[in-house]
């Protein structure tokens, strides 16, 4: 992925009021679970508007943002401004962060794995645990596998707004539920969870993990 890609340039003005509603409990939950974490920086990754930066600031964290979309970046920055609140967004790639081992007491990702293409998953899951401190909490939000008929029913609904985001971005949806959604990437990548709760009718998971001391 290159910098100058902006791939959500032209939906970074419409996020938040298309997703807050949905996406801002999910958000709140998360920001309690770090907020409870020993004392430290919490690093977001592809965090778009920054609003979980902002619920983990509230929470009373430092918080950093990266996001690739100078857009998500710019709006981002507006909420810092407004909210005068302790967090800071850097525009850069998940792939390839920006900053030393073990610099993070905890650091997350939402919604963005499951868009990313199958070779980069194991990269920016490897960068989380990098640059997280040992001992630290790893936070994996998105898609999981439907466990029962209705969830499968509803996953429909996923799969139609997955769709409307592009023919990449369906192939990279489609591939990452194939291969097990949620449970399947952290299973293949060897990381061991301490929790996985299911949220938003069973579809969404919140998986906690921490990186071996
Ligand atoms: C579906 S949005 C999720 C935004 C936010 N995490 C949320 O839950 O609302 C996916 C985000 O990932 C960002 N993104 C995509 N590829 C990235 C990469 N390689 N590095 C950093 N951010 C990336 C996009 O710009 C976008 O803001």
Same mark, same amino acid.
């Given at each position: 992925m290159r910098l100058a890609d902006d791939e959500y340039g032209a939906v970074a003005p419409i996020y938040d009021a298309a997703t807050a509603w949905a996406l801002d409990p999910l958000r709140r939950e998360l920001a309690d679970v770090v907020g409870r974490e020993r004392d430290g920086t919490v690093l977001d990754l592809c965090? +778009?508007? +920054?609003r979980q930066c902002y619920f983990f600031a509230r929470a009373g964290r430092d918080a950093v943002g990266v996001d690739l979309s100078a857009g998500m970046i710019r709006r981002a920055a507006r909420l810092e401004k407004s909210q005068a609140a302790r967090m800071n967004f850097v525009r850069g790639d998940a792939a390839r962060l920006p900053f030393p081992d073990a610099s993070f007491t905890a650091c997350t990702i939402s919604l963005a794995l499951h868009e990313k293409p199958p070779g980069m998953r194991p990269v920016i899951l490897a960068e989380m645990l990098r640059v997280t401190r040992p001992g630290g909490l790893i936070a994996v939000v998105d898609y999981l596998s439907p466990h029962t008929g209705a969830q499968a029913t509803l996953s429909w609904a996923v799969k139609a707004v997955e769709r409307l985001a592009g023919r990449d971005h369906h192939a990279y949806y489609a591939d990452y539920m194939r291969q097990g959604g949620l449970e399947g990437l952290l299973e293949r990548q060897g990381m061991r969870t301490i929790d996985v709760r299911r949220r938003m009718f069973g579809l969404i998971g919140i998986a906690l993990a921490r990186r071996p001391a």
């Open positions: 965090c +778009g508007t +920054g």
